[in-house]
């Protein structure tokens, strides 16, 4: 890729979405061809660790922090099921440590850890919550259950691992009702039919902070090929509705993973952000008007995205999306959003 020239340079950016993993064992040199468009980007990015990071941290935005979510790396082994994603905060704080010690840059990496717990587990997730706070060493911000599901399981991939309602499900509300009380926040990953369960969800527990992944995840490919345009009434209806309910903050980006169907994703070259801004265009608009600048934060979602472009250009998409709006609405957007719902101090 030719990286593109950085649009605004000193916009000061929380990149309050992205990951780090090591997958380099899942695909051996006899792994037959990829099946899903995701499994073809964890091909390219197997390894996203604290250098891989920088990398992109240093790509010339001006990037000053970052908020880690999980994605199922580094879990405990030889400890009861429940407990082992505990091992994911524990390796997460000290990634964050070290980007703490300035040796590393000016930019605070995984300043706030979103952790995975099981709610279903009802009262008994409380211990495991407990775990997490005392494994993050005072960055541990909330927990993300992911109740992605589609009937077509062409969809989700090697993500189709969850049964359908699961945030309509007694046991996840039982377990789901302790997050307040410890002073956390949920972020919601669901597929853009799915977002009704998310509405019902918000508005059983207002007192509980819920971070919108990904758009919801708007569908364009499996079963939903050649429906998005005919879904976005749809899509709009629902985040409307969840923009009525104060508790839900909606993060802008993910539409670079394969189940929007973009014709940007995996494209050869790869797409600019001129392209870039003009598809997602229609998605940001509608969001932001919606839940205003003050309740939505632009993701980078890496290295998942990268399956369409690279950190720099990501980032200069979202610059030309958000080119009419104020200063104030600019650093909400890039920021001040991010940085007041995970509560951090940079």
């Known amino acids: 890729m030719t990286q593109e020239a950085i649009l605004e340079p000193d916009l000061p950016i929380l990149d309050p979405h992205h990951h780090l993993w090591d ?11 990829p099946r899903h468009g995701f499994e073809a980007l964890l091909r390219r990015s197997p390894l996203y660790l604290l250098d ?50 300035g040796l590393y840059g000016e930019a605070r990496a995984c300043a706030g850890i979103v952790g995975h717990a099981d709610l279903t587990l009802g009262d008994a997730a409380a211990p495991v919550l ?28 090697p993500l189709a691992r969850t049964p359908p309602g699961l945030y309509r499900s007694d046991a996840f509300r039982a377990g789901f009702g302790h997050l307040a009380g410890h002073g956390l926040s ?8 799915q977002l009704p369960d998310l509405i019902d969800l918000a508005s059983a527990f207002p ?12 569908l364009g490919i499996g079963a939903h090929r050649g429906q998005r345009q005919a879904r976005f009434g749809p899509w709009r209806d629902s985040i409307l509705a969840l923009a009525e309910r104060p508790n839900v903050v909606c993060k802008i980006g993910g539409l670079a993973m394969p189940f929007a169907g973009f014709d940007s994703f995996l494209a050869d ?29 632009f993701e980078s979602n890496f290295p998942v995205d990268a399956g369409t472009c690279d950190y720099a250009t990501l980032w200069n998409a979202f610059k030309r999306l958000a080119a009419g709006a104020s200063d104030d609405e600019k650093a909400a957007l890039f920021h001040d959003t991010a940085k007041r719902t995970y509560r951090l101090e940079l």
């Open 207 to 218: 007192e509980t902070t819920i971070i919108l992944d990904h758009l919801g995840t708007p």
């Open 269 to 297: 070259p790869p797409a600019t952000s001129e392209v870039l801004a003009q598809e997602w265009r229609p998605y940001v608009e509608t969001a932001v008007e919606a839940f205003g600048a003050t309740r939505c934060m």
């Open 23 to 33: 997958m380099r064992g899942r695909f051996g040199p006899d792994a037959p061809p």
């Open 130 to 157: 407990e775990a997490h706070l005392a494994a993050g060493g005072g960055r541990f911000r909330g927990v993300r259950q992911s109740a992605s599901h589609d009937a077509d399981p062409a969809v989700l991939g």
């Open 52 to 101: 891989q990071l920088l990398a992109d941290l240093g790509a010339g935005h001006n990037v000053r922090g970052t908020v880690f979510i999980e994605c199922g790396a580094m879990y405990r082994a030889g400890v009861p099921a429940a407990f082992a994603p505990v091992g994911e905060t524990e390796f997460v704080n000290g990634v964050a440590a070290m980007s703490a010690s």
């Open 186 to 193: 949920f972020d919601a990953w669901l597929l853009e039919p």
